[in-house]
C-alpha cells in the first residue's frame, strides 16, 4: 500500500507538471504570435518615418504631409503649412546627415520609435516618433526632439 500512494503521488506530481507546461506553451504561443505581429508593425512604422524624412531632404511636401495623421493634418492645414512649421521646428529631422532607429515599443495600440539624428551640424538628436493605426494604415501622430549633449564625429 505504501509504494502504490507513492507512485499516485508521483503520478499526480508529473500530471500537474504537464498542465503547467501545456498552460505556459499555450500563453508562450500566443505571445509569439502578438511579437511577430509587432515585429511586423515595427518594420513597416520603420519605413513610414524614413519615407517621410527622405521626403522633407527632397522637399517633397506632399509626401511628406500624407505620412501625417489626420489630427495632425487638422492642426496644419496643408502641405506647405506642414513643411514650413517642421524646417522651423524640427531642422534635424527635416535635413539630416543621417539617423538610425534606436529602440521601438507598442503603447496602447500607438507604436513609438526612437531614432538618433546627426543633423549637418553633426549635432546628434533624439527624435521619439509616435504612431497610430487609423484605419489599415499606420500614420505619424508626433515627434519629440531632443539634443544630446555630444557631437557626432
Not at 110 to 119: E, P
Request: glycine share 4%; net charge negative.
Amino acid at each position: 500500500a505504501g509504494i502504490f500512494d507513492i507512485k499516485k503521488e508521483h503520478f499526480g506530481k508529473k500530471f500537474l507538471f504537464m498542465l503547467i507546461n501545456i498552460f505556459l506553451f499555450c500563453l508562450l504561443s500566443s505571445n509569439l504570435y502578438s511579437f511577430e505581429e509587432d515585429q511586423k508593425s515595427f518594420e513597416l512604422t520603420k519605413e513610414i518615418i524614413s519615407q517621410q524624412i527622405e521626403a522633407f531632404k527632397i522637399e517633397d511636401a506632399d509626401k511628406a504631409y500624407s505620412f501625417a495623421a489626420p489630427y495632425i493634418k487638422l492642426r496644419f492645414d496643408n502641405s506647405d503649412v506642414f513643411m514650413k512649421m517642421v524646417k522651423e521646428n524640427y531642422e534635424p529631422v527635416s535635413n539630416p546627415k543621417d539617423f538610425y532607429f534606436l529602440k521601438s515599443k507598442v503603447l496602447n495600440g500607438d507604436i513609438y520609435h526612437q531614432v538618433q539624428i546627426i543633423s549637418q551640424s553633426n549635432k546628434i538628436y533624439i527624435a521619439t516618433y509616435s504612431l497610430t493605426l487609423t484605419g489599415s494604415d499606420w500614420k505619424i501622430s508626433g515627434c519629440a526632439l531632443s539634443l544630446m549633449d555630444q557631437e557626432s564625429v
